[in-house]
């Protein structure tokens, strides 16, 4: 790969990427999905701010070298790094955009704070929302129970997003493996309102959109997402705490996910448009009857996702690496980079709304 010269390689992957979306049949999608993030601007903002915030808690606080700011610079003196240096996440975070449109693409931390007060003082009546979306699926006394549970993953995140465990193992590791319950919630209420909000969009081009309304409806519809919220619980905090971010391991797991997640690629949105809760079990059958028609629409979607984000690490992560490590320029232009995947990631969430409702849904 050093062979040729890196900016030889950046250059060749920006034509590359260029031509795949000059050419692909979803040129009519992109461009519908694009019409949401113009027309929505809040929503590229939103995800921007939470994506920047996220960068710098983990550039100061954690030193988490899994993100491109934490990996930001070289010691020393300037210079820019080689291909073969930051290939390794460049591929990761290809393979790890692959299912950001499918599985919870917005990280918590630390914007699920200000989520956690605004359930905890039921902000515009949010706590409520999540009763009632919950005792949609269970009983009454059993919703209790669970919204005790969710309380205590709540209090246990907000220790590990303020660093309560230190450096110890056992009590930094219990904090992120209790809460990451809640922090799954987080990432997918972000992004069931991005969804939700780019559907509806698509259909009422001429009304605007309440954004108050659509976040209610966002956390009311959220708990039908509850096995999506266990499996994060259950398998993030445990790859980030044992997985670097160059494992191999890491890749492959990363990978397994994106394919499972691509074949079950319907079934969040099946979820959250449903009126009326109909079961896990016909919803899932719905998915996969949608995927066994449209794979094609799946894959090439896929494709250009997975071009998309090669190019966008490599570019960013070799073009950073020229600071040195922990610099305030570091920061400032790992941050940048960070602002601008999460708009991008909207954009891409924008396609697959469009996708769902123009292609599939009719």
């Known amino acids: 790969m050093d062979a040729i010269p890196t900016w030889g390689w950046a250059i060749g992957a920006a034509l590359s990427y260029a031509l795949l979306i000059w050419v692909q049949p979803m ?25 920047a915030a996220h960068a710098l808690w983990l550039f100061y606080e954690r030193g ?14 300037g210079g820019l790094a080689r291909l073969s240096e930051v290939g390794p996440f460049a591929v990761l975070g290809m393979v790890e955009g692959v299912h950001r449109p499918f599985l919870a693409f917005l990280p918590a931390a630390p914007i699920s704070l200000l989520v956690l007060v605004g359930l905890t003082i039921n902000l515009s009546g949010l706590l409520r929302e999540l009763r009632d979306g919950i005792e ?16 205590a993953s709540g209090v246990l995140h907000a220790g590990h997003v303020f660093y309560l465990g230190g450096d110890s193992f056992w009590r930094g590791f219990l904090l992120e493996q209790g809460g990451a319950f809640f922090e799954g919630y987080v ?20 009304r605007n959109l309440k954004k108050v309304e659509i976040l209610k409806l966002a956390v009311r519809r959220s708990p039908r997402l509850w096995p999506v919220m266990l499996a994060y619980a259950v398998l993030v905090p445990s790859v980030r705490e044992f997985l670097p971010s160059e494992s191999v391991v890491r890749l492959v797991l990363s990978s397994l996910l994106a394919l499972i997640t691509a074949v079950f690629a319907f079934l969040q949105l099946d979820l959250l448009g449903e009126k009326r809760f109909s079961g896990w079990k016909r919803a899932v059958s719905h998915a996969l009857d949608l995927q066994r028609r449209h794979f094609q629409w799946t894959v090439w979607f896929c494709l250009i996702s997975m071009m998309h984000w090669l190019v966008f690490h490599l570019l960013t992560i070799w073009l950073i690496s020229g600071f040195a490590t922990g610099s305030i320029l570091a920061a400032i232009a790992g941050t940048v980079f960070a602002f601008l995947e999460g708009a991008i990631a909207v954009w891409f969430l924008g396609v697959w709304a469009a996708l769902y409702q123009e292609k599939l849904a009719h």
């Open 136 to 151: 949609a699926l269970v009983r009454p006394k059993t919703g209790v129970w669970l919204l005790c549970l969710f309380s």
């Open 64 to 77: 988490d070298p899994s993100t491109a700011v934490a990996t930001a610079g070289k010691e020393g003196a």
């Open 187 to 206: 990432s997918v209420l972000g992004q069931s309102y991005v969804l939700l909000f780019a559907a509806l969009g698509l259909v009422t081009l001429r």
């Open 27 to 51: 040129r009519e999608l992109f461009r519908r999905g694009f019409q949401i993030v113009r027309r929505y601007r809040h929503l590229p903002v939103f995800a921007g701010i939470v994506f």
